[in-house]
């Protein structure tokens, strides 16, 4: 060091002695945010951004039915975890108890469902049931359960929300579809075909209800019947297979990508969606009841 420099004092640093006590906290989180660590649970890893959303987005600045139609576009292309997340979002920012709500509820247990998520499924449909077990979303809610609960090995519980479906909703035949596939897992052959052939009146003519109703008549020894079925049940699947190779000529080649979702495409108030799946087939959202059969029903059972 030379001599025109200044000597530095040597600095002295802290001892750790902490702050005064008086001390107040600055941050600048929002006051939702100082949550008590024991009041939350800390599995739930989604509690911080629900609490910023009700601090920030004022319930009626958001459009629930355009939530929902998002969700909806997420499983038309196989995003089953964003339209999960999607629909919650729809429950928490649809007026409380109401049919949107509800709605959401039933459709995030059907995202659920095509994740094979049986329990989270499950208690999706079972708030749905909570919030009206009587409304037009409420028979969707009985029978995607019943399929959920199939699937999650509770099978003894399964014919009874079936049939809560169709007590509901006589006229919605994807209700009566499931009704029978149960009825045919207990040897209720004869009222299963019953089923069978409501779902049929009301405008569920596909392969999977045409192949169950011929797994039923089979197992009764009315073989001609089932036979028949299912020679009906293969010439769909063909009209099918050929109307795809017609549409895929159609588009050109080089279109790749181009062609609809499907699916997911119903009316609304509780029509959203295709079949609401079933046991005997893919799990879906709420079903559609626009059945055009005005054929008498078979209620036996009932």
């Known amino acids: ?132 077990d009587d409304s037009e979303h409420a028979a969707s809610a009985e029978t995607n359960l019943a399929y959920a609960l199939h699937e999650n090995g509770q099978g003894e519980q399964a014919l009874e929300h079936a049939e809560k479906a169709v007590e509901i909703d006589p006229r919605f035949p994807q209700a009566w579809y499931n009704r029978g596939f149960f009825l045919v897992e207990r040897g209720l052959l004869e009222d299963a075909v019953n089923a069978f052939d409501n779902a049929i009146r009301l405008g569920m003519r596909n392969a999977e209800v045409l192949e169950e109703k011929a797994r039923a008549l089979d197992e009764l020894g009315r073989e001609d019947e089932a036979e028949e079925a299912a020679e009906r049940a293969e010439e769909i699947r063909e009209e099918a297979e050929q109307r795809m190779v017609e549409e895929h000529a159609e588009g050109g080649a080089g279109a790749a990508g181009a062609g609809a979702t499907g699916g997911m495409d119903g009316e609304r108030g509780g029509r959203r969606g295709g079949d609401a799946g079933g046991a005997g087939g893919a799990p879906g959202g709420l079903g559609d009841r626009s059945g055009d059969g005005d054929d008498d029903l078979d209620l036996g059972g009932l």
């Open 1 to 132: 060091m030379s001599d025109d420099e200044p000597e530095r004092r040597p600095h002295q640093f802290s001892e750790g002695q902490g702050l005064d006590e008086d001390y107040e906290e600055f941050t600048l989180d929002p006051e939702e945010l100082n949550a008590d660590p024991s009041q939350v649970d800390p599995v739930d890893t989604r509690v911080i951004t629900d609490l910023l959303d009700e601090r920030n987005i004022p319930k009626d600045r958001v459009d629930v039915e355009s939530l929902m139609d998002v969700g909806l576009s997420y499983m038309g292309i196989n995003r089953f975890e964003e339209a999960t997340e999607t629909f919650e979002r729809a429950a928490q920012f649809a007026d409380e108890d109401s049919l949107a709500e509800q709605e959401a509820w039933v459709n995030k247990g059907a995202a659920h469902a095509q994740l094979e998520e049986w329990d989270e499924a499950i208690g999706s449909y079972r708030e749905a049931l909570r919030i009206d």
